[in-house]
Nanobody, 120 residues
Framework: QVQLQESGPGLVKPSQTLSLTCTVSGGSITTNYYCWTWIRQPPGKGLEWMGHIEGSGNTYYSPSLESRTSISRDTSKNQFTLQLSSVTPEDTAVYYC????????????WGQGAQVTVSS
């Protein structure tokens, strides 16, 4: 089974860039079977799909976040990274990485989540 672990700073100041890394084990991020996805959940709100990177390296983003979001990968480390620029307190959330089966809405597993707080 694929396992994922998010890592990165838990506190980011407003206007700065949030950066999180997802380390994958048990599967390669170059596989075409999964879309490697970032999802977040603000306090008291539902899950929000942010974007994903496919095994091909193609990326897709939520229209509401596209101007501030970048997802990249390091295949040598089997990691993919989220960068969210110009953050505000509204970006405070638990951030998850997860592999979505290509062409479906099924997520095979989830990272434990990373709490990120945006505050000065």
């Amino acid at each position: 089974q694929v396992q994922l672990q998010e890592s990165g700073p838990g506190l980011v100041k407003p206007s700065q860039t949030l950066s999180l890394t997802c380390t994958v084990s048990g599967g390669s991020i170059t596989t075409n079977y999964y879309c490697w996805t970032w999802i977040r959940q603000p306090p008291g709100k539902g899950l929000e799909w942010m974007g994903h990177i496919e095994g091909s390296g193609n990326t897709y983003y939520s229209p509401s976040l596209e101007s501030r979001t970048s997802i990249s990968r390091d295949t040598s480390k089997n990691q993919f990274t989220l960068q969210l620029s110009s953050v505000t307190p509204e970006d405070t959330a638990v951030y998850y990485c997860a592999p979505k089966v290509y062409g479906t809405s099924q997520y095979d597993s989830w990272g434990q989540g990373a709490q990120v707080t945006v505050s000065s």
